[in-house]
Nanobody
Framework: QVQLVESGGGLVQAGGSLRLSCAASGDILRIHVMGWYRQAPGKQRELVARITTGGSTNYRDSVKGRFTILRDHAKNTVYLQMNSLKPEDTAVYYC?????????????WGQGTQVTVSS
């Protein structure tokens, strides 16, 4: 079983910054991909950014140049640095970790952290 602990959400004014963290622990042999998704009220969950073991990153177009995803391999932790925040970034942000142990592949989700950007 894999546990994910998220932190760093909150309320910020437009143009401000926040940093989200997600630490993975438990039955992990290898982490393949770590990422962040978000879900706004009435909308589907969408990918924000993801990073592979090799360091390759993907961002949704609307956050490119403003958000940066980083990974600390030693701590099994992924960060999302969010700068120049906009009201449309308001959502619940979820951490996602794809990992494997000796037996199986696991796709794990965090509990979600609220990010609210006021105009």
């Amino acid at each position: 079983q894999v546990q994910l602990v998220e932190s760093g959400g909150g309320l910020v004014q437009a143009g401000g910054s926040l940093r989200l963290s997600c630490a993975a622990s438990g039955d992990i042999l290898r982490i393949h991909v770590m990422g962040w998704y978000r879900q706004a009220p009435g909308k589907q969950r969408e990918l924000v950014a993801r990073i592979t073991t090799g360091g390759s990153t993907n961002y949704r177009d609307s956050v490119k140049g403003r958000f940066t995803i980083l990974r600390d391999h030693a701590k099994n932790t992924v960060y999302l640095q969010m700068n120049s925040l906009k009201p449309e970034d308001t959502a619940v942000y979820y951490c996602n970790v794809q990992s494997s142990n000796w037996k199986e592949f696991t796709d794990s989700w965090g509990q979600g952290t609220q990010v609210t950007v006021s105009s």
